[in-house]
């Protein structure tokens, strides 16, 4: 048994510790949000956040983040049900065309946007969003949002401070 | 609301008003007459289902396939606009029902055959809901306005919600021909909005194949022959049966199933199973054989000779006229949608119901009718969003994978998965090709002749087996071969073989004075079918560069060569006028870049383009497009952008990729070695759309087609190397150095 925290939640998983942490977020605890579309970190859409950090869920084993905090698109949803800031604006944008890649694209978005505290150049976007492929040739607005949504954090972060 | 609660609605009738409309007014189309709609109106047009029940939900059953092009956000607004509803009160479900006849999304053809369908049924609605206000309040029927989602009166008293008169609503009589929204009355249509299906593709929500969750799922991960295929003749499995959660393995007609209860635990036990393969259907066989080969064929005469103006021989052998010459070849292509193929089925007895992300449910049924002999009236098809389509999920190899295995454990539904390795190397493809175009230019430098000869594997050669088996038996022959050509966006000429392989050469809108394109037919055994914009994705590249090249080479202007040649075409003449406006064209541009014109038609849509390229350290980059389309009037016009930008980027894609074998084994299996095109890689978009009032044509494909010849042009422009063979980045790398190489760089 492995304990995994997934989205703040506890759960015990039955399989052996070199499977990817990909299948037992899709097919143990049932969250299907994180996509599997290449198995070999070559897409991306698997990304979740193990830590705070973009990984790549379907060549992580799955012993590796035993005690580690794995956030997926769920997980980053408001308890409320109130979608992220990231998600609402990359609706607005009209970035998703079918959508399977997007989830994948909008957590490794938003691990670039929260550890540049909102101070992203399209050079960031370029290097760290090159690692999500789109086969629907969703960039342009991918960009667009993720330029929309580090102003938002830039926003976040100088109101947190002034408080 | 689940498509299952659905069901019931339309099933229970009573104070639900169930309303349908298709192409000839009349209801409950099926397939017994689908020919009838077909020969009168050339196309097939699809047919729509409303209903509002008595909470108020207004249920939108789609016919078409949401795969990204945004036809769900299209198909809402259009009820929505004569409805009177905001696009948030409607749900839109894809639905299979034998009501709506052939079901089929594919070559651009949605908006164009949905776009009054959709909306009579929609009108039909608001009538009847009028109608039953008029009842209610004993008053004229004039006197009764459908606006916001209720029936106000003219007299200011308190409006009526659908919600209220749908009841009283299904009492009314159907109206024939309900009157449709004026174009100047449209308050959605052609104004944009946040697509329908937005927040829940930014939040995980979205359920496509790979989603389905059912009860006692059994999954399946196959393995496969080396050689596509070659069948299992010896396979050791024991020791994967002892592995936890593994259930069985199943050898049959496409490879071995390893049957377990999650999908990770078939993977990881397929390790422990050893197979011996027989042999491939295309064993030994060499891409770069077939290369020299079809180049080969293209030197000698054509088999067949397609079109023919004038006599290009002739002209070609007066003194008087320069005869020039470009040989073109062009890739295997995947398609390679972000979703890996897949499919759940469950076959008990007698009855069969799949979960699936398709193009076409209908040639699910049929393969289903034809391979299990199950009649269609016990055969369910559920389906689920698409994470790509591209073409490759308008065939059913993925379909017959999970029926073929669920045969074998009745009663339980099996997950079929396949990963990116089989999704890459298992087929379907774009063709690969060869082309010989040979140009005679007068003695002023201007155009007299052009002769092509293609030689390309033929994208449907058999209709009833190729496109997948597969339409229901009681279409006949005939019908499915028109039905395929109508999906792939060409309606005329449907007898002639070559045509439809020939894309933008067949259908060719330059007035040369002699003209003649002939083609050859490749026969080989390497599963094809349509890819993006079909032919187009090569034929445009062929077409679009070599007048360019003919242009240059007889010392004239490529864009006023084509203005010329397309004088009787004023939707070609505005697109390029429009793109020269719009873009930087004819400026000047600083050195190691250039610029590249591109014009082609594609479902009756319209598209120029002018890109910006060069070469940086030995790699073509595109710095920015400019991109023109007239696809008459407009539904959504950020989808449409959102169509034009992502077919520029897909076709971006091919200066990069092919697919090849070796020894009958595909070589590219990943994304590692098929490298689409990435956030880096990407150019700026200018996406512009000409105002029309023309009805919609098509858009999903028609942006794809003149970009890769719109590169190739530009990087003439920069380089002074003509490139003609596809992916362009292999053709830069291999190269023949030229002396003109060294005075332009």
């Not at chain 1, 005690?67 to 607005?92: F, K, L, S, Y």
């Not at chain 2, 295309?282 to 077939?290: I, P, R």
């Not at chain 2, 074998?408 to 087929?427: A, C, F, H, N, Y």
């Not at chain 2, 190397?721 to 760089?745: C, Y």
Request: proline share 5%; glycine share 8%.
């Amino acid at each position: 048994m492995i304990t995994l925290k997934v989205n703040g939640k506890e759960h015990q998983v039955n399989m052996p510790e070199d499977v990817p942490l990909l299948w037992a977020i899709r097919e143990e605890i049932g969250l299907t949000g994180t996509k599997f579309g290449c198995g070999k970190s070559l897409c991306g859409a698997c990304t979740v956040h193990i830590d705070g950090q973009a990984r790549r869920s379907c060549v992580t084993p799955v012993g590796m983040v035993s005690n580690r905090e794995v956030t997926t698109i769920e997980g980053i949803v408001e308890d409320d049900g109130t979608p992220h800031m990231i998600q609402q604006i990359w609706a607005e944008e009209n970035v998703a065309q079918c959508g399977y890649c997007q989830s994948g694209q909008i957590m490794s978005a938003l691990a670039l946007i929260v550890h540049q505290k909102g101070e992203v150049t399209d050079t960031d976007i370029d290097a760290v969003m090159s690692a999500n492929l789109c086969r629907c040739g969703t960039y342009p607005r991918i960009r667009r949002a993720i330029q929309r949504t580090a102003v938002w954090m830039q926003s976040q972060l100088e109101t947190s401070d002034e408080t | 609301m689940k498509r299952r609660q659905f069901l019931q609605i339309l099933g229970v009738g009573s104070g639900t008003l169930l309303l349908g409309a298709n192409a000839t007014g009349c209801l409950g189309v099926t397939p017994h007459n689908i020919e009838d709609i077909f020969e009168q109106k050339g196309i097939f047009e699809p047919n729509v289902f409303l209903s509002i029940h008595e909470d108020g939900q207004i249920v939108l059953a789609m016919n078409k396939s949401e795969m990204g092009q945004g036809v769900m956000m299209s198909s809402v607004t259009l009820a929505a606009e004569e409805l009177e509803v905001s696009r948030s009160q409607i749900e839109a479900v894809q639905v299979h029902k034998s009501a709506f006849g052939l079901q089929m999304t594919g070559g651009s053809t949605s908006m164009a055959s949905i776009f009054i369908p959709i909306r009579k049924a929609a009108a039909t609605a608001r009538e009847m809901l009028r109608m039953a206000a008029a009842e209610k309040w004993g008053v004229p029927l004039a006197s009764c306005i459908a606006k916001e989602g209720a029936i106000h009166h003219s007299d200011g008293r308190h409006p009526l919600s659908y919600a209220e008169l749908s009841a009283m609503a299904v009492q009314q009589p159907v109206p024939k021909d309900p009157p449709l929204k004026s174009s100047k009355d449209f308050r959605l249509i052609g104004t944009p909005g946040q697509r329908v299906d937005a927040l829940d593709k930014s939040t995980g929500r979205a359920v496509f194949g790979t989603d389905v969750q059912i009860d006692n799922k059994v999954c399946a991960y196959i393995l496969r022959s080396p050689v596509m295929g070659g069948q299992a003749v010896n396979i050791s499995f024991e020791p994967a049966l002892k592995e936890p959660g593994v259930l069985d393995v199943v050898s049959y007609e496409r490879g071995v199933a390893i049957l377990a209860n999650k999908f990770w635990q078939a993977k990881r036990a397929a390790k422990l199973v050893e197979v011996e393969w027989g042999e491939g259907q295309v064993e030994g066989f060499n891409t770069s054989d077939l290369a020299t080969a079809a180049r080969a064929k293209t030197m000698e005469k054509g088999d067949f000779t397609i079109k023919e103006i004038g006599n290009t021989e002739k002209v070609l052998k007066s003194d008087a006229v320069t005869s020039v010459e470009l040989n073109y070849a062009y890739p295997y292509l995947s398609h390679a949608p972000m979703e890996p193929q897949n499919c759940t089925a469950l076959v008990d007895g007698e009855y069969v119901k799949i979960w699936v992300p398709t193009q076409s449910p209908t040639v699910c049924l049929g393969f289903i009718e034809n391979r299990l002999g199950i009649p269609p009236e016990n055969i369910e098809i559920e389906m689920t969003l698409l994470g790509g389509g591209f073409g490759r999920r308008s065939c059913v190899d993925f379909v017959q994978d999970a029926i073929q295995i669920a045969r074998k454990r009745p009663g339980v539904p099996i997950q079929v998965q396949w990963t990116r390795e089989e999704d890459m190397s298992l087929g379907y493809y774009r063709p690969q090709g060869a082309c010989r175009m040979v140009g005679g230019l007068d003695d002023t430098g201007k155009i007299v002749s052009v002769h092509s000869h293609l030689v390309s594997q033929l994208l449907f050669p058999d209709i009833g087996e190729q496109f997948g088996g597969l339409f229901p038996k009681v279409i006949p022959e005939k019908m499915r071969r028109k039905i395929a050509y109508a999906a792939t966006g060409y309606l005329s000429n449907t007898s002639l073989m070559g045509f439809i392989e020939g894309g933008d050469i067949a259908t060719c809108k330059y007035s040369f004075p002699n003209f003649r394109y002939d083609f050859s037919p490749i026969h080989i055994n390497v599963p094809v079918t349509a890819w993006r914009s079909v032919a187009h994705s090569y034929s445009t590249f062929i077409m679009e560069t070599f007048i360019d090249h003919l242009a240059l080479e007889g010392g004239q202007d490529p864009l006023s060569v084509r203005k010329q040649l397309l004088s009787e075409h004023p939707r070609y003449l505005s697109v390029l006028d429009a793109v020269v406006e719009h873009s930087q064209w004819g400026e000047p541009i600083e050195k190691g870049w250039g610029r590249g014109i591109a014009v082609s038609e594609f479902a009756r849509s319209i598209v120029a383009q002018v890109v910006e390229a060069g070469i940086v350290d030995d790699e073509i980059v595109v710095r920015h497009v400019t991109c023109v389309v007239d696809c008459g009037l407009v539904i959504n016009p950020d989808v449409v952008k959102a169509q034009m930008e992502g077919a520029i980027i897909y076709g971006l894609s091919m200066m990069r990729e092919k697919i090849e074998f070796v020894d009958g084994v595909v070589q590219q299996r990943n994304f590692d070695s098929f490298p689409a095109l990435r956030m880096h890689q990407t150019p700026t978009i200018d996406a512009i759309i000409l105002s029309s009032e023309n009805d919609p044509t098509g858009i999903g494909e028609i942006c794809l087609p003149p970009v890769n010849a719109a590169v190739s042009n530009a990087l003439y422009a920069s380089t002074g190397i003509r490139l003609t063979t596809m992916p362009l980045q292999d053709a830069w790398v291999n190269r023949p150095l030229q002396s003109t190489e060294e005075v332009s760089l």
